[in-house]
């Protein structure tokens, strides 16, 4: 078969800079008026995704954005006509699109605006010495501009064990107010100027979902977790939003250059939801977006209103064009690493030294409101995704799913928890029992700070056995999704099926029980393709290369499914189509520009000045 330049350099021009095309509200199941092919990849691996059909090594994409044929090469070339774009894969794995089901691409967004500390491990001395230089390249906001900094790493400050305090921040030299936005998105970390501002003291109530740290004075730290974050970030200025919208739609280029063609936006209001909007009017959505509306502690209280306002938002917003409405989220609880050891347990935490201790976290929503809730939306129409990283949260989430089960008789509305980074034995077959999706973010699953020093000591070896239990999920029966939680983390899917299989993954320090939970690499593909597809009940649409489903495909420059596991990480992608439409080329300069943004991200957040003075991995959970 011939091989043909590929002529869209035009079609990514008209795109903008960002060189992204827009979906115009995917094709769905219009028959193609003509036999030729839109575009043909030959000489490829194809991964299907499906079981039962014979190898392929080309895939023919329709004129109606939908695949038109999946064989070999040879068989394909009557697809070829005189227009037909044809593409030489170069023995490069041709499979679906990746399908992220737990993201944050707004608050991507939204910190590429800001400085950032890239997660490191840093003493208190060489923190300040970093904050100062970030102080300095914004001289002109002294002395009321707040001073905001993200990828904080809440279990950095060197040595292990040191506490964050506000004294530790009023020693900078200004008098602005400081914020630390924490990594893994539920602590922020205050200057005394901030708690001023923020009317936080000792007598300050804590809200619902929040925990406003103290000293053993009674007085507060500095430090606020979860939803007693928004008591300081409220008196953030919002950052401009023609330079919001501008950064989001870089990041969902970056996005496309990285493979992924849907995405569920885990924790959406109005204010993401404008963003959204924007951009679709603009041309620069090029995925679909499965927007997961919050639904706070609060109001999962009171199901008829959390409801009503989930029909709202979907009233408002469900008009804009690559958006598909039906999920919302709750958190459940926190994250588990000390020293925030918010994530809620089923027995207690243990100190430093190994003993029981009387905390067992925090449970956000109990299991009796969490099913009633989970009923309402269910009866409506609506599935959950519930946030749930210790496994007190995770029971809590499957008990309150089976209340639903029962009181509605609902089923194949695939609720999901996610994360599950610690799941008791005896919850294991209760997912495929109710048919609940565990969406899990397998490039935590490996030996580091996160998972060894701030954790092992305090949960003691017979439960940390059970972190991110995939392949005993799946034996059970599960089906599994996959998520990036991005930017909790650098995108880097590549990284995130590789570390699926081998527990180590890229910056591991050594496997995290590869031989009891390591996934086969098909599964582990699987997982971030046709399983989130079924997650966000797509798989009829796509998730799989199939006669009839959307053109959701990435071309990569290697065989995936042959290649070291190793090299999995740094497979680069050749192009990405979304319903038929290209909105990545390698080739292209727009793709080029994409895609040194996402190789600069993989190796750290951006710094505006010498933040990485220990390198640090962002740990469990994050944005939610």
Not at 249 to 264: D, N, P, V
Request: aromatic residues 4%; neutral net charge.
């Amino acid at each position: 078969m011939p091989s043909a330049h590929i002529p869209r350099r035009t079609l990514l021009a008209a795109a903008g800079a960002t060189g992204v095309v827009a979906l115009a509200g995917v094709p769905e199941a219009a028959a193609s008026p003509r036999r030729s092919a839109a575009l043909v990849v030959h000489n490829a691996r194809v991964f299907s995704g499906t079981r039962g059909h014979a190898p392929a090594r080309a895939v023919a994409v329709g004129r109606d954005g939908k695949i038109l044929a999946v064989g070999r090469d040879a068989a394909l070339k009557r697809f070829i006509g005189r227009d037909t774009e044809v593409v030489d894969g170069r023995g490069g794995t041709l499979m679906s699109g990746i399908h992220d089901g737990h993201a944050h691409p707004m608050g991507a967004a939204d910190r590429s605006l800001k400085p950032s500390l890239a997660g490191a491990e840093q003493t208190v001395e060489e923190l300040r010495k970093t904050l100062t230089e970030f102080l300095k390249d914004s001289n002109d906001q002294e002395p009321d501009g707040w001073l905001v900094v993200e990828d904080w790493n809440p279990v950095g400050l060197l040595p292990h064990g040191t506490a964050p305090h506000h004294s530790m921040l009023d020693a900078l030299p200004t008098r602005r107010p400081v914020a630390l936005i924490g990594g893994d998105g539920h602590n922020l970390w205050v200057n005394r100027r901030g708690l001023d501002i923020a009317g936080i003291t000792a007598s300050t109530p804590e809200p619902a979902g929040g925990k406003i740290v103290k000293g053993p004075d009674g007085k507060p730290s500095g430090v606020l977790k979860d939803d007693a974050q928004p008591l300081v970030t409220r008196h953030i200025p919002a950052p401009d939003r023609e330079q919001l919208v501008a950064a989001a739609a870089r990041i969902f280029a970056e996005a496309a250059a990285s493979g992924i063609t849907t995405f569920m936006e885990a924790v959406v209001g109005k204010g993401e939801l404008s963003v959204y909007q924007a951009l679709s009017e603009r041309g620069a959505l090029p995925q679909r977006v499965v927007p997961a509306l919050r639904i706070d502690s609060d109001l999962a209280k009171d199901p008829a209103a959390a409801v009503e306002f989930a029909r709202k938002l979907r009233g408002d917003f469900g008009g804009v064009r690559g958006l598909r409405f039906g999920t919302v989220k709750v958190f459940l609880d926190g994250v588990i690493e000390y020293p925030a050891q918010t994530a809620a347990l089923l027995k207690p935490y243990l100190d430093k030294d190994g003993r029981p201790t009387d905390h067992r976290g925090d449970l956000y929503v109990s299991a009796a409101d969490y099913g009633r809730l989970t009923a309402a939306f269910n009866e409506d129409g609506w599935q959950m995704h519930a946030h749930a990283i210790g496994d007190r949260a995770v029971r809590t989430s499957l008990d309150g799913y089976a209340y639903a089960l029962r009181a509605t008789g609902a089923r194949g509305l695939r609720n999901t928890t996610a994360h599950l980074q610690l799941v008791d034995p005896a919850d294991l077959p209760r997912f495929a029992r109710l048919g609940v999706i565990p969406c899990m973010q397998l490039q935590w699953a490996t030996r580091n700070t996160w998972t060894m020093d701030a954790l092992l000591p305090y949960i003691g070896a017979g439960r940390h056995r059970w972190q991110y239990p995939a392949r005993s999920l799946e034996r059970h029966g599960a089906r599994l999704a996959g998520g990036s939680d991005w930017p909790v983390d650098p995108l880097q899917v590549w990284n995130q099926v590789r570390t699926a299989v081998d527990r180590f993954g890229d910056e591991g320090e050594g496997d995290l029980y590869r031989e009891q939970e390591g996934l086969s690499r098909s599964s582990a593909l699987l997982m971030h393709t046709l399983g989130t597809a079924r997650q966000l009940r797509m798989d009829h649409l796509t998730g799989s290369v199939e006669t009839g489903k959307s053109a959701d495909l990435v071309l990569l420059d290697r065989d995936v499914t042959r290649c070291p596991v190793a090299d999995i990480s740094s497979s680069e992608v050749r192009l990405t189509l979304t319903g038929g439409t290209v909105v990545h080329d390698a080739d292209s300069s727009a793709g080029r520009a994409a895609a040194a943004r996402v190789t600069r991200a993989a190796a750290g957040p951006r710094l505006t000045a010498q933040a990485a003075v220990h390198g640090g991995r962002h740990g469990s959970c994050g944005c939610g």
